[in-house]
């Protein structure tokens, strides 16, 4: 049993953690803890119970999800509108930010061009396109792990007349992998907002706009339902990126203590 603990802790406590807050959440909408409270605050204890047209209850969601997704299907054509706006987005932040990032981490007069636009980006207000939101992460990983290539390699390939090309390919290239990985789980985040606030405020399809549409019309239950999609994705994607980022570790030289 303790080597099973061992093996799965972490999916254990956090489920674990999930299952107590999803029970401490339906009991504020339930009223339970209200019901509890009541001997001794009286009146006030109602405070502890949450309206439905305010906020939901996981049992409701899932009730609400299980129409959208497999009775009515409703949530599909927006989950698809999402998801393509998504993979493109991502994908052209990758086109875009990777060779950015080392170039401007390799070529310091470029990166004395570029560094302007990066930091204006980082301090531009969110409502962007999917691209220049999940763009910056990945172009600032790919500029810090140039920085971070062990100099000695460098001149050892120097030494052996090795161009640019070779330099990026053998060297600068697989040492930026963790940090493209790191930037990459950042982009998936600041790509979900961008899904998000982009279609609430510019589209009429989307998981974006179904949250705009459902809040407007008081359905708490499928707000929701689009939030959680939204998550749920998230969380997936990271877990993908964080696993490839473990098969990367193999690569990296051990340190001696």
Do not use: C
């Not at 698809?80 to 390799?106: D, M, N, Q």
């Not at 090795?162 to 040492?175: T, Y």
């Not at 339902?225 to 098969?247: D, M, N, Y």
């Amino acid at each position: 049993m303790r080597r099973f603990y061992l093996a799965h802790e972490r999916a254990i406590l956090g489920g674990t953690a999930v299952a107590a807050f999803l029970f401490l959440w339906e009991g504020f909408e339930r009223g339970w803890w209200a019901e509890l409270l009541q001997p001794l605050l009286g009146p006030q204890a109602m405070r502890f119970q949450l309206k439905p047209i305010f906020i939901s209850s996981p049992t409701r969601i899932a009730r609400a999800a299980f129409d959208m997704f497999f009775v009515t299907g409703t949530i599909w054509k927006d989950l698809g509108w999402s998801s393509l706006e998504f993979t493109l987005g991502v994908a052209l932040a990758f086109i875009i930010g990777i060779p950015l990032g080392l170039a401007a981490g390799w070529y310091h007069r470029f990166a004395y061009a570029v560094e302007p636009f990066l930091t204006a980006l980082n301090a531009t207000p969110r409502v962007l396109i999917i691209v220049l939101l999940a763009v910056l992460p990945i172009a600032i990983g790919a500029l810090a792990a140039v920085r971070t290539v062990d100099a000695r390699l460098v001149r050892v390939a120097r030494s052996f007349s090795a161009g640019d090309a070779l330099l990026f390919r053998s060297i600068i290239l697989p040492s930026a992998v963790p940090f493209l990985l790191a930037g990459a789980r950042l982009a998936v985040g600041r790509g979900m907002i961008g899904i998000v606030v982009g279609e609430i405020y510019g589209s009429a399809a989307g998981i974006g706009a179904m949250i705009n549409q459902a809040g407007s019309r008081f359905e708490t239950d499928k707000v929701f339902v689009g939030v959680l999609t939204i998550a749920a994705a998230g969380v997936a994607l990271v877990e993908l990126i964080r696993r490839i980022e473990r098969r990367v570790e193999v690569w990296r030289p051990q340190v001696a203590a």
